[in-house]
């Protein structure tokens, strides 16, 4: 019995619910990586996949990383200030 094909948009948001909706968003019919902002093919697993091993991909996500960590030391060090102000 042959595979059943799913329709666009459910398999557009299985890859939004594997890798995170701070990886993925979908518009309509585009898979679009929001640390690379590109619109990833997205007609088979393997493709996605190999977009995620991808060094332009690894690269956005660890500049990614880094301002979270930037964002968070910059608030522990503003919190800091203010309770020693205390």
């Known amino acids: 019995m042959p595979k059943v094909k799913q329709n666009l948009s459910n398999r557009l ?24 902002e590109v ?19 690894i690269k956005g996500l660890a500049r990614y990383e880094n301002q979270i960590n930037r964002q968070q030391q910059q608030l522990l060090t503003a919190t800091s200030n203010i309770s020693k102000k205390s």
């Open 39 to 57: 619109k990833v093919n997205s007609d088979k697993k393997f493709n996605v996949s190999q977009h995620i091993k991808s060094d332009k991909h």
């Open 13 to 36: 948001q299985t890859y939004v619910n594997l890798y995170g909706p701070k990886i993925f968003s979908i518009d309509k019919s585009v898979l679009f990586c929001k640390m690379c």
